[in-house]
């Protein structure tokens, strides 16, 4: 009887410290729940944007292309739903995988974008960042909460109110 009770004792040890320290930070990955790949842009139109410097907001990453007619479209409603919000604690980053500078700075003019949240990614599919998001035809987004943990992936500009309770 001793040797069941220990066992039970045991087992209840077990569960007690199974479910104390669950505040762990997620693991880095590309799925809901997991933590976005952190990284830096340069561009000499637009600065730098580093995602380090937006822990305590919401961000956007949205990743698009001229030639890509739907992530093109996506991209001018992201920033025409964001404009409308005014939230004081969302950021957006939007990078352009154009074939040339040219093109990307042509679209973002036609398309009275906010260049100061456009980025042009020179390195193209060959980009750490193209990489490291796993992006491919089509492209895509994510909405990262406030300690940079991906809680949306690509939805719509239209939810983007929905998602971040306001």
């Not at 919000?85 to 154009?98: E, G, K, T």
């Amino acid at each position: 009887m001793k040797k069941v009770e220990s066992i039970f004792a045991l087992f209840v040890l077990f569960l007690m410290f199974s479910f104390a320290g669950n505040d762990r930070v997620p693991k880095t990955g590309l799925l809901v729940g997991e933590k976005a790949p952190e990284f830096q842009m340069s561009d000499s139109t637009a600065g730098t944007f580093d995602l380090k410097e937006h822990k305590g907001k919401y961000v956007v990453l949205n990743f698009w292309a001229s030639y890509d007619a739907p992530s093109r479209i996506s991209n001018v409603r992201f920033r025409q739903e964001i404009e409308k919000l005014n939230h004081q604690n969302l950021s957006f980053v939007s990078v352009s995988y154009d074939p040339n500078a040219v093109v990307f700075e042509e679209t973002v003019k036609l398309d009275d974008l906010d260049r100061n949240t456009q980025f042009y990614d020179k390195d193209g599919d060959a980009s750490s960042v193209y990489k490291a998001f796993r992006l491919k035809k089509g492209f895509g987004n994510y909405l990262l909460d406030q300690n940079g943990v991906i809680i949306a992936k690509n939805f719509s500009p239209e939810k983007l109110t929905e998602l971040i309770g306001q």
